[in-house]
């Protein structure tokens, strides 16, 4: 159930961030809920790969509920990193977008 809420909250960020800049709402909404799920993915697998490698009687006695708890924290860095990454992207093009306004109407060719 938490996690369902989770998704939730993650989905909704993206898309008030994407409705914020403009930009296809349902469709970061939905990138936002894939990621964590990915993000997640991915983190459990590396995870379990080292966890093979260094200590691999951690792997066949550890609790399969307790290692997901352990990697949810490392997915959600992962999608805040993703998050995060287009917030900027978007607020640096909305920035030079606004600087480069004026450019043409202060400009004239008979000044050459």
């Known amino acids: 159930m938490l ?10 960020k993206f898309y008030e961030l994407a409705d914020k800049h403009g930009r296809n709402k349902w469709g970061f909404g939905v990138l936002g809920v ?3 799920y990915a993000i997640l993915t991915l983190v459990s697998f590396l995870g379990a790969i080292l966890i093979a490698m260094f200590r691999p009687e951690w792997l ?14 490392f997915a959600l860095l992962g999608v805040w990193g ?31």
């Open 3 to 12: 996690e369902i809420l989770l998704v939730i909250f993650i989905g909704r």
């Open 34 to 36: 894939v990621s964590t």
């Open 60 to 73: 066949y006695s550890m609790n399969d509920l307790v290692f997901v708890i352990i990697c949810i924290p």
């Open 82 to 112: 993703l998050y995060a990454g287009l917030k900027k992207s978007w607020e640096k093009k909305a920035e030079n977008s606004k600087s480069d306004d004026g450019i043409l109407d202060t400009t004239s060719f008979d000044d050459i």
